[in-house]
């Protein structure tokens, strides 16, 4: 029994609550429950008011206490549930929505609720049945259906999904969230046009949803339409302009188009953002800053959200195999860089020491390149249509030893493959160049270049530090035989030619200001870039005469069909200019390869320092500068010296030939070496640690 006393406090505390005044409620409830820690009513209202405050662990806890008392008490663990899902414990939260069912199995919200906790503890799968239910219980219901087609959308049957989403909008028209998510389907099933259509149909019903702006943009952004995507960015940040990953897509977007308006402003906004640990889609924070903990800030909050760690699939095994099982895992097996880069690697693998499994989520292509990849793999396992915990499952089921992503923070990502913890050894390598910011990858696979011992403290993974390069490249990539002349090229037929054929959105304004001081220093000399949009064109001319140099000594390389004719035509510029702070990678092994001399500017992060690693693996390290006064200074020097100019091109085609970095078998070799000092640590039980691999003779 409460004494007079006690019931004051009591009348006192539900006085609180009702008035809103509910720390005071809090507190009366506390003190009411130091006397009587078994009182149910104290400890359920207590639960109502950490959930009023958001205090949702806190409400969970109680509710946990409550339910322990009236474990009977259908409204204790519906509110249980609800705590435990607004805390993010989504798998608990499920396990008492399970209890509600039991209690009430038609409890409409309680299956909602439930399908939803398990959509988010990444069951898809379990969510779908329960949204079946709900279907079959109430098939008029729209919210239902976009339900049900999240969870096909989640487990890849994006078709299936269009169709929920199709039905949802049919039974309510206005319904403006079903009609932005038949738009996400639409542009996964690369129908951008009908994409488009979808979001705006979602803003004409409801103008302020920034979600649609946004994913409009990143459409028109995917597709080369820079300007209407910095519109719709805009349209979105007027809603939310907090939103800094808008922010930073609209940046690259801008990037995109070489327009540089407000630079330094937008900048600093964004060094900012990622300060504050606000989501930067990290591509765009590698050319915003050169900060290796700004980078790492920026992969941990975007890793976080989007690819949030999940229930382990492998739980600590040893597997004791014939061979190492090595899956690479991607999205870019087709006319893709990477594909280019890593084709001879898989080739060279060692069959009798290796089982190597192509693991490819990205588009099907029947021709080219992905013909020879489906040939250098052991087994080539194509699972578009999986879902992530479907991918992750395969992996585990084929008792996976080293899952190696190739895709990091590409568009194309899948890294909830990994977050699930399917493989007891996960490696970063390749699709990002820098840490991924998940505890769930060991290691990333670099060289002592790009990733000196002094940046470790700086990433999630430990470091693999192969001894050259750690780039692979194919020493059977073709070239054309033919190289057409520079009046067909539209280059002067005498004069330096500086090649800056990076992307337009590592270009900024920093490295155009020397490019056009080397232009105006040496006369006939002209800059040779890429076209990839002519609004970027128009923009770089237009700021090359704002500096002083004449519009048409800028020469834009068209597009060709064959990657084999864009190599052969770089064999006519005498040098290759680097960007900073994000260099030339795959562009500059290409250069490379033929005969195009590379300077480039070490940088202070791992995409900055990408050209000095295979500069230096050819044995070129005299192109690679510390300073970008020393950098201008020595492309002057180059161009003003037709004889050094011709010895480096002369040393380099040497070089070609006897230096590690086009010795492919060789960095077969050595990333093998990597995998097998990991798998060891591995079959000893010991935790990765960082690790360097001793080069081998060369195979030639």
């Not at 977007?253 to 640990?277: P, T, V, Y």
């Not at 052991?378 to 992503?405: C, M, T, Y």
Request: hydrophobic share 45%; net charge neutral.
């Amino acid at each position: 029994m409460m004494t007079n006393k006690d019931m004051v406090e009591l009348q006192a505390a539900i006085a609180h609550q009702r008035a809103g005044r509910l720390s005071d409620a809090a507190k009366a409830y506390s003190r009411l429950l130091k006397k009587k820690p078994d009182n149910f009513g104290c400890i359920y209202s207590l639960a109502m008011v950490y959930a009023q405050q958001q205090k949702f662990g806190a409400a969970a806890e109680m509710f946990g206490r409550a339910a322990q008392i009236r474990p009977d008490m259908l409204d204790v663990h519906y509110n249980l549930a609800v705590a435990l899902s607004m805390a993010g414990n989504y798998e608990t939260a499920a396990l008492s929505y399970e209890k509600v069912l039991q209690l009430d199995p038609r409890h409409a919200n309680a299956r909602s609720n439930y399908a939803t906790a398990l959509l988010h503890a990444g069951r898809p799968a379990d969510a779908l049945r329960q949204y079946d239910e709900l279907i079959a219980q109430a098939p008029a219901s729209a919210e239902a259906y976009i339900n049900r087609g999240t969870a096909r959308h989640a487990l890849k049957r994006v078709k299936e999904a269009l169709a929920d989403y199709e039905r949802a909008i049919a039974l309510k028209p206005d319904f403006a969230e079903a009609h932005l998510n038949r738009g996400n389907a639409l542009a996964e099933l690369r129908r951008s046009d009908e994409a488009l259509a979808s979001y705006q149909k979602a803003i004409a019903l409801q103008p302020d949803f920034a979600d649609a702006y946004n994913n409009m943009a990143n459409i028109h952004s995917n597709i080369g339409r820079y300007e209407e995507a910095i519109a719709a960015y805009d349209k979105g940040l007027a809603l939310q302009p907090e939103d800094s990953e808008a922010r930073s897509m609209r940046y690259s977007a801008k990037m995109h188009l070489c327009d540089w308006s407000n630079f330094e402003i937008e900048r600093e906004r964004l060094l900012a953002a990622i300060a504050r640990g606000t989501v930067v889609n990290p591509f765009v924070a590698l050319a915003v800053s050169s900060s290796v903990e700004d980078h790492l800030r920026c992969a941990k909050k975007f890793s976080q959200l989007r690819f949030p760690a999940a229930a382990p699939l492998w739980r600590g095994e040893i597997y004791r195999h014939d061979r190492i099982r090595l899956a690479y895992v991607s999205g870019d097996f087709r006319e893709h860089p990477i594909a280019y880069l890593t084709a001879g690697m898989f080739e060279h693998h060692d069959r009798t020491r290796f089982d190597v499994t192509a693991v490819s989520f990205g588009p099907q292509q029947e021709r080219g390149i992905r013909q020879r990849l489906q040939g250098a793999f052991e087994h080539f396992v194509d699972v578009r249509a999986k879902s992530d915990a479907e991918i992750g499952a395969l992996l585990r089921e084929r008792e996976i030893d080293i899952a190696v992503d190739l895709v990091g923070f590409l568009e194309s990502a899948r890294t909830n493959v990994f977050a699930s913890r399917p493989a007891p050894i996960q490696v970063n390598y390749i699709g990002f160049p820098g840490t991924l910011g998940a505890d769930y990858f060991d290691y990333v696979i670099a060289d002592p270049t790009v990733l000196p011992l002094e940046h470790v403290a700086s990433y999630t993974e430990k470091a693999a530090w192969l001894p050259d390069a750690y780039l692979p490249t194919d020493a059977t990539r073709a070239v054309a035989e033919v190289t057409p002349t520079r009046g067909e090229l539209g280059l002067p037929e005498k004069g330096f030619v500086f090649c800056a054929f990076n992307l337009s959105y590592k270009i900024n304004p920093a490295m155009f200001d020397i490019w056009m001081r080397l232009l105006r220093e040496i006369e006939g000399s002209v800059l040779w870039l890429r076209e990839y949009n002519t609004i970027a064109s128009r923009n770089l001319r237009a700021e090359a005469e704002r500096r002083g140099v004449a519009a048409e000594r800028l020469i834009f390389a068209p597009r060709v069909p064959l990657a084999a004719d864009h190599l052969a035509r770089q064999r006519q510029a005498d040098l290759f200019l680097d960007t900073l702070p994000y260099n030339a990678h795959t562009t500059a092994t290409e250069a490379l390869w033929v005969g195009l001399p590379v300077l480039t500017c070490l940088g202070s992060s791992f995409a900055g320092r990408v050209a000095a690693s295979v500069d230096r693996a050819v044995g070129m390290a005299e192109l690679v500068t510390t300073s970008l006064a020393e950098y201008e200074a020595l492309a002057l020097k180059i161009a003003k010296d037709p004889a050094l100019c011709a010895e480096l091109k002369q040393k380099l085609a040497r070089n070609r030939q006897t230096h590690p970095l086009f010795d492919t078998a060789g960095f077969t070799r050595h990333i093998e070496a990597a995998y097998a000092t990991m798998w060891q640590a591995y079959q000893d039980g010991r935790p990765p640690a960082s690790f360097a691999v001793q080069r081998e003779a060369q195979a030639r």
